[in-house]
């Protein structure tokens, strides 16, 4: 489940679901739910931060139950419409009106890896867990929009390469040094300290969200292309 909690101008989002907090249909439309409640109560000073509970901040999709459909086509199916329904979570959070921070505390594997990387902000524990992209592993295809969010967030093409078509498991120190995330702290609740640590500092900006958004959109137009948000322009009321 995902719980919400409202500190000042912060929010702070926490998945605790099954011990490796992976996205089933039931947590995805949970998040999308939250996301849009979250987006219409914005303020400017509102921030997001997104963490989850244990040694996982998600350990990806819930192939588990994917797999308990019966059969190989079966399978693939329930994973497609999971895949499909994530879809428009990654355009809610482009789309969110606020600054948004990731905190991971544990593993983020697949759509986990996803999610993290989805925030203007990544933080990090380095005493545990790993980001890992495992389709190439698992002979899984990679979605479109999946694709469009790596090649705009992670620029250095060895390291794009070393994620996706390698499948490198990075620890929190390393994904520093490569550009994947902002910062790595000693364990989950410092990591999550920075966060609100950070999370203060820009809420103290009070940034109008509609600006704000409108501005990271177009950082990011390929991934709003196969999301289909396109940037408008800005009309200035000064």
Request: glycine letters at 6%.
């Amino acid at each position: 489940m995902w719980t919400l909690e409202k500190r000042d101008n912060l929010w702070i989002l926490t998945l605790s679901g099954d011990d490796q907090n992976r996205l089933n249909p039931t947590l995805i439309e949970s998040l999308l739910s939250t996301l849009s409640n979250l987006a219409s109560q914005s303020t400017p000073g509102s921030v997001l931060i997104t963490t989850g509970k244990g040694k996982f901040f998600s350990n990806g999709f819930d192939l588990p139950w994917a797999r308990a459909a019966g059969s190989k086509s079966a399978a693939m199916n329930r994973l497609s419409s999971m895949v499909q329904s994530f879809k428009p979570v990654a355009a809610a959070l482009i789309y969110l009106p606020m600054p948004t921070i990731a905190a991971i505390n544990g593993h983020a594997s697949g759509v986990g890896f996803l999610l993290a990387i989805c925030h203007d902000y990544v933080l990090m524990r380095s005493d545990h867990g790993v980001m890992y992209m495992p389709e190439v592993n698992l002979a899984l295809p990679f979605p479109d929009y999946f694709a469009a969010v790596f090649r705009e967030k992670i620029k250095t093409p060895a390291v794009l390469r070393d994620v996706l078509l390698a499948g490198v498991k990075i620890k929190g120190k390393e994904a520093v040094k490569m550009g994947i995330v902002d910062s790595a702290h000693d364990s989950a609740e410092t990591t999550v300290e920075a966060a609100v640590r950070l999370g203060e500092q820009l809420a103290e900006k009070k940034w109008v969200g509609e600006v704000y958004v409108e501005i990271r959109k177009s950082l990011y137009p390929d991934t709003c292309k196969v999301l289909s948000l396109t940037p408008k322009p800005l009309i200035s009321k000064i």
